[in-house]
């Protein structure tokens, strides 16, 4: 996700030109007014129900949750060891400056706002986004959306006041999409989230512009659980982008957020990330989307920066001729280890799922696909293509699949193709013989090789997501 974005307008395009990595890493003196404490009990959960002033039925749904996240073993058998590195009774799970968000930037405290204007939040807000909200550390510091989008029934809000303002719209779907016991994270997400976005798009409604939320951790030994819903009626469409960012800190940093896409018939979702962590954060996420008959969700993912990154999107095609697609980035650096991947659950005829995955590895860096093509029994027409492509950029550098794929009935598509390759010695040296420095040759190589997907994300991340990269590069490789 973005971590340091200074925008500047370039000669007729107005991209996203000039990024400084350093912005991303500062952090202000915190000024909690709500602070739980440290470590994961009963009494956490019920003080943040309480500062929040929820019904008694979610408490006892977050009291549940803890009861599932404590019974649940580490899934040390998908990802590494440093896992164990975690300790969860460090982490503190809820701090706020105690007000709610703002819908005016000049309202915003000075310190937040300050933090939101070296990553250029207010900028890129007036460039061309439908939507923004900002969250600084566990609570939203500023929310705002076009006029015309709410006369138009258009929903953006944070999970707080989807849950008691439009708890007919809500309720249906929290928790539905990603069940609590999901997962070990799913669950700690359900006990302790807060923050994050709601977002209902009515009957019909196509976005001309992208909603997009930013999420700040500003805090040492803190946890961030935003939690995202986003419910597409019929026939509506929009673009979904998030970013966040957090400075670099010599203890370990959490963020395990939930998100939960319903795309309802001929609905099209798509939802990207460009995430750039800083490499103390644990970054343990579960994203799922349900696409009804004739709907579309495309998952458009980059992965830079953290230490451990679990996250696997995923898309259950329940409806006939329903579409579902996930492209995604993974860069790991030394001391990095990017375990990503994506889940197609095919439910209905007709239906058709894309995977496309490529993987760069520098350094010590590990980088993983993890990935599942299920096509149900009794279902007729269905078809998968998956790809997964992974470059090794040092002798030590590691990379591995474990793709999944179960078919039921001969009447399906399912093409998997993956290639694990190395930056060509002969092609750095022809490269060198011509002017070009060996860093900047490599840096061509690896633009090469993500090229294609690169393509794929909103004209705004794209020159972004190139630059990041290269300064991942830069004092890897020489």
Known sequence: MMNGIEVAETQGSGLLEQ??????????????????????????????????GEPEWIRQFRLRALQVFESKPLPLHWATDRLKELDFSSIRYY???????????????????RTFERLGVPEQERRFLAGVDAQYDSESAYSSMREELREQGVIFVNPTEGLTTYEEIFRPWFGKVIPVGDSKYSALNSAVFSGGSFIYIPKGVKLKHPL??????????????????IIADEGAELLYMEGCTAPLFDTSTLHSGVVELVAMPHAKIQYVTVQNWAPNIYNLVTQRGIAHEGAEIRWIDCNIGSGLTM???CVILQGRKARGEVISISLANT????DTGAKMIHVADETTSNIVAKSISIGTGRASYRGLVQVNPGLRGCRNNTECDALLLHASSRTDTYPAIVVKGNQHAVQHEASVSQVSEEMLFYMQQRGIPRAAAMSLAVNGFINDLVQEFPMEYSVELRRLIDMEMEDSIG
């Open 19 to 52: 990024i400084d990595r350093a912005k991303g890493d500062f952090h202000f003196p915190e000024n909690h007014k709500l602070d739980a404490g440290v470590g994961l009990t009963p009494e956490v959960v019920d003080y943040i129900s309480s500062v929040k």
């Open 95 to 113: 701090l706020s400056g105690g007000v709610e968000a703002k819908r005016s930037w000049d309202e915003v405290p000075e310190d937040v706002k």
């Open 212 to 229: 997009q939320a930013y999420f700040r951790i500003n805090s040492r030994n803190f946890g961030q659980f935003e939690r995202t819903l």
């Open 311 to 313: 996250k696997y999107p």
């Open 335 to 338: 001391g990095q280890h990017q």
